[in-house]
């Protein structure tokens, strides 16, 4: 395995019922940076990140996290593997009977023997860092509007400091200002914190902003993997190829 | 005609067949989640706060419509026991034949019953909605153990609130069909409570019967609803409609489960 790539996906094959979803998909992720995968809607983006997290087995083919094969990882070994990553659900997935400071606080409480205080010091700085104050910790997820609930996935996702995010559509049914806010933050959190960043989206162009690397899955399989300075030049074949389309498709 | 005939009988023997496999292998998709919830009741974290939550969830909001239905059924029995008794001369029975059908049957059969309209059904609900919405999910990311934190403390919290359950019912029965039998009808209440204690303590095997049936059927409710709500996902219908699909389905299966149970375990039992 490449040092800098903690995740490679070497030959997928996946097919659902008679139709093939992934066929010989390859895709490397460098360490430290934001690769973000673009793709119409129903290509398979999510399915690729339930592939990273174990939860789905392609039918053929590797998925390497940190050099260890996630396919052939027992439950003990998956559950040890997602203890270093971090996920931001499409739907947030925030548990709605617990409160915000709860959900937040659930990670450390599982898998730590840290104090109550500590936990609970550590929980309100990390939505400190997500903008969420802790006057807000009482509430419960359904008090919230879309964007904080964003923040407060991100804030639980970020809780025990994994050194690779995978977020999920991460600006899905919100406005463009709350969009471009959580982009912002998701930014500046890998900025600060330096962790590995998979985003699968179609909002394009918009994504692109905080993108280090862009990969575009098409047609089954990761057509290309660019730099991202590649596809914001106006001039360049990337470009053209996402103008005016907002579904990620090639433009017409 | 004959090969019309003929290509029917094979539809209808393929169809046969492929339900035949689909229930076996969701069969085994059971024995294997029930494995699973049971091996997470035993192993660390004992999450004692999580079950004493499901605990009264499942057992203590359950608590006034078991001792009411419980009262009713004592009533109805002792209200039908004393007019077939007193046919044959025998209403000085009546109080063994009360507590030996509460306890060998009606008390864990429709506590189950009712435990599965009550508590199974919105415990299905529940599971059902935290997989749609990737709770189930989340948990998993995060590496926590889903059976433990989630299905088995519900599973110990069945396991041991049924049984009290059973035997709120069959004490709330008791005093029904004491109401209807001695103080409405004018059976003798020395004769009614003292056969109950003659049958009671003449007949370990009926408590037995009662507590055992009660466990086994607590399993049967816990882990059929639970499995349903878990395999949402493979409903043919989405969203809301595959959660109200699956929670119709555990109610139904876990209701026919008790049922057929109850038979065989009386068989064994008995």
Not at chain 2, 18 to 26: G, L, N, P
Not at chain 2, 203 to 208: G, V
Request: neutral net charge; contains cysteine.
């Amino acid at each position: 395995m490449n040092e800098l790539n903690v995740i490679q996906l070497v030959n997928i094959r996946k097919r659902f019922g008679q139709q093939w979803v992934h066929d010989q998909l390859n895709l490397s992720v460098p360490a430290g940076k934001t690769t973000v995968v673009v793709g119409p809607s129903g290509v398979g983006k999510s399915v690729m990140i339930k592939y990273i997290l174990g939860m789905l087995k392609p039918d053929s083919g590797q998925v390497l996290v940190n050099g260890h094969d996630v396919v052939t990882m027992s439950r003990t070994e998956l559950r040890e593997m997602r203890s270093h990553l971090g996920v931001l659900f499409q739907g947030v997935a925030l548990f709605d009977s617990m409160t915000v400071l709860d959900n937040v606080e659930l990670p450390l409480r599982e898998k730590t023997t840290l104090s109550d205080a500590e936990v609970r010091q550590k929980s309100v700085d990390k939505l400190a860092l997500v903008g969420i104050s802790a006057s807000d910790g009482s509430k419960f997820p359904a008090q919230l509007s879309g964007g904080m609930q964003k923040r407060v996935g991100l804030a639980r996702a970020l809780q025990h400091d994994p050194s690779i995010v995978l977020f999920d559509e991460p600006t899905t049914g919100l406005d463009p200002r709350t969009t471009h806010r959580i982009y912002d933050l998701l930014a500046d959190t890998q900025h600060r914190l330096g962790y590995t960043a998979v985003i699968v989206s179609h909002d394009i162009p918009n994504v692109f902003r905080i993108a280090d690397y862009v990969a575009i899955l098409e047609d089954k399989k990761i057509q290309a993997c660019v730099p991202a300075e590649e596809v914001r030049r106006a001039d360049s074949p990337w470009a053209r190829h996402f103008v005016e389309t907002d579904d990620g498709g090639p433009a017409a | 005609m004959l090969t019309f005939l003929h290509s029917m009988l094979l539809d209808f023997v393929e169809g046969l067949g492929k339900r035949a496999i689909a229930t076996v292998t969701k069969l085994g998709r059971w024995g294997v989640f029930s494995s699973h919830a049971l091996a997470g009741a035993v192993s660390r974290p004992f999450r004692r706060g999580i079950i004493g939550r499901e605990i009264i969830i499942i057992g203590a909001e359950s608590l006034s419509i078991i001792a009411l239905t419980g009262f009713f059924t004592g009533m109805v029995l002792g209200l039908q026991g004393y007019h077939t008794l007193t046919k044959f001369g025998s209403e000085a029975v009546l109080g063994q034949g009360v507590i030996i059908t509460l306890l060998s049957e009606l008390g864990p059969v429709m506590s189950a019953l009712l435990l599965t309209g009550r508590a199974g059904s919105a415990l299905c609900a529940q599971i059902g909605v935290m997989r749609n919405s990737e709770q189930i999910d989340a948990l998993e990311c995060m590496g926590i153990e889903t059976y433990n934190y989630l299905i088995s403390p519900k599973l110990v919290a069945g396991l041991i609130s049924l049984p009290i359950l059973s035997l709120v019912f069959c004490a709330a029965g008791v005093y029904g069909g004491y109401l209807a039998g001695c103080v409405l009808l004018n059976a003798n209440p020395g004769y009614y409570f003292d056969g109950m204690k003659s049958a009671v303590s003449g007949d370990p095997a009926l408590l037995r019967m009662c507590l055992v049936k009660s466990v086994f059927f607590a399993f049967v409710v816990v882990t059929v609803c639970a499995f349903h709500g878990h395999e949402v996902d493979r409903q043919p219908v989405k969203g809301a409609s595959g959660v109200s699909k699956a929670t119709t389905e555990a109610v139904v299966v876990s209701s026919v489960s008790i049922l057929v149970w109850d038979y065989l375990l009386s068989c064994i039992l008995i």
